[in-house]
């Protein structure tokens, strides 16, 4: 059996802010880069296709986002083409809400199938699908769980007379305990010789594990998240079980150029004619690049961002981002920040905080719904957002 192996989709994902042709567009690419990897794969003679996660990038989905995705599945169904499928920490289920789940949804139309396991009491039960003689194991997105949860698992293998299963699970290696919701080595360790293959996602760069006959492989997202995310990475994994290889294929986001800059100047206007000098080199696409300028300081000087974004735009990009970093100014998530992106990272951090408890995509997942109520300029709808925070939260 060959396979594609993609994850973190993100449809329906908007960037942060008000609504318009960088809205717009930027709504568009998520399905488009989704329809080129569908195209491809059909060109590949895939006989399944696994989604690890984030399918969708909310849980909420208005209806052009379902309408779309529809469409898109509909391509595979009407090739024969099997769809497994859990969620992410974005579309993720809480146990006994699944009839919310718009993958439940495309489920029971036919476009895919979603295993999965439930936790009653100690005991875990999961509930494979089998394809072509493989057993496909849904975890989902166990979050803080997921040692435990692949240790029940790998507990439930050893029963098993065979190594013909292949595990979705939505997390990475991360090697930090920054992170929660990602895996141990010592963990994934432990189903070697159990599977044929464990489908991760959760990272938005591909990665594989261990480095000699990898059998645990993340193949990024299709198209960047977040713009800080690095340029590398991008794409999906089709899979041999005969041969047990793996070949990543780039999937065709939306180019991006990062640019680096470190500047040893004492004053902007300096400053400013090297680094026009520096844009000068990249050739832009115009209204379709999106530029990201990194910008390090040896030296303290106030920069007018607003001059530099605006030069890179009569240049042609589409959006600039610049993250400017001061002398003395630590970089601790900058590697994570081009994997995760902003919000992952955010919801990374809230998941430490003391007092959350249980209630952390509920904030989560309100705060996300605050900024963009507040980029809006809804005063309604933001303090109506307040008050459920609040009632959902504070009353408990």
């Not at 605006?310 to 920040?337: F, Q």
């Amino acid at each position: 059996m060959k396979f594609a192996h993609c994850s973190d989709i993100h449809l329906g994902r908007r960037p942060i802010g008000p609504r318009g042709d960088y809205s717009n567009i930027r709504f568009e690419d998520y399905f488009t880069v989704f329809r080129n990897t569908i195209e491809e794969c059909l060109k590949l003679n895939i006989d399944a296709m696994i989604i690890a996660g984030d399918l969708f990038d909310r849980k909420e989905l208005i209806p052009e986002v379902l309408e779309k995705s529809e469409e898109l599945f509909s391509i595979l169904k009407d090739n024969g083409i099997p769809v497994i499928t859990i969620e992410g920490n974005h579309d993720n289920i809480s146990f006994g809400k699944e009839y919310d789940s718009w993958i439940l949804y495309l489920e029971k139309k036919g476009y895919l199938s979603r295993p999965y396991y439930i936790r009653d009491n100690e005991d875990y039960l999961f509930y494979p699908i089998n394809i072509k003689g493989y057993n496909f194991y849904g975890l989902g997105y166990p979050g803080c769980f997921v040692n435990e949860t692949i240790k029940a698992l790998s507990e439930r293998l050893d029963a098993e007379d065979t190594a013909d299963n292949i595990v979705i699970v939505h997390t990475a290696l991360s090697g930090s305990e920054m992170f929660p919701g990602t895996v141990d080595k010592e963990t994934i360790d432990l189903l070697k010789n159990k599977v044929t293959y464990i489908a991760g996602g959760h990272f938005h760069s591909y990665s594989q594990y261990p480095k000699e006959s990898p059998f645990f492989f993340v193949p990024g997202s299709l198209e960047y998240w977040d713009i800080a995310e690095s340029v590398e990475g991008k794409g999906f994994i089709i899979f041999d079980t005969d041969t047990k290889t793996g070949v990543f294929y780039n999937s065709s986001p939306r180019k991006k150029i990062d640019i680096s800059i470190t500047s040893d100047h004492s004053d902007f206007e300096s400053f400013k004619e090297s680094f026009i000098e520096e844009i000068d080199k990249y050739s832009i696409n115009r209204n379709e690049d999106i530029v990201y300028v990194k910008i390090k300081l040896l030296k303290s000087f106030n920069i007018d961002s607003s001059q530099i974004e605006n030069y890179i735009l009569s240049k042609g990009a589409l959006k600039v981002a610049v993250k400017i970093r001061y002398p003395g100014e630590a970089s601790v998530l900058d590697g994570k920040l081009r994997i995760l992106g902003t919000d992952e990272v955010e919801m990374e951090l809230i998941s430490q905080w003391e007092f959350v408890g249980e209630n952390k995509e509920v904030i989560f997942n309100s705060l996300s719904r605050l900024k963009r109520y507040q980029s809006e300029n809804n005063e309604t709808l933001f303090f109506e957002e307040m008050e459920k925070l609040i009632d959902n939260v504070g009353g408990k």
